[in-house]
């Protein structure tokens, strides 16, 4: 049974700063591009960014230089360190497994107040 499981959400003033984590299970963590994707209400899904099994990173442009994502093939888990937290980045961010298949995690709220 494929598992992603994320936390780290929050509520957190403009400036701020948190880290959300995807903890895996079911899957082999090390071959899956892992990635994270938000959604604010009455918007769709985007892309926030995301690392393939050798590390390379893709960045949403609004997000550049504010947000790293990394992986720990050892703990089968991503994370996303988010500094320079605006208001706009309110939302609920997802956690993505994708190989041959895709999977996705049930989400984690993160509010940002200005």
């Known amino acids: 049974q494929v598992q992603l499981v994320e936390s780290g959400g929050g509520l957190v003033q403009a400036g701020g700063s948190l880290r959300l984590s995807c903890a895996t299970s079911?899957?082999?963590?090390?071959?899956?591009?892992m990635g994270w994707y938000r959604q604010a209400p009455g918007n769709q899904r985007e892309l926030v960014a995301t690392?393939?099994?050798?590390?390379?990173?893709n960045y949403a442009d609004s997000v550049k230089g504010r947000f790293t994502i990394s992986r720990d093939n050892a703990k089968n888990t991503v994370y996303l360190h988010m500094n320079s937290l605006k208001p706009e980045d309110t939302a609920v961010y997802f956690c993505?497994?994708?190989?041959?298949?895709?999977?996705w995690g049930q989400g984690t709220q993160v509010t940002v107040s200005s």
């Open positions: 993505n497994a994708k190989f041959r298949y895709e999977y």
């Open positions: 079911g899957i082999i963590f090390s071959i899956y591009t």
């Open positions: 690392i393939t099994s050798g590390g390379s990173t």
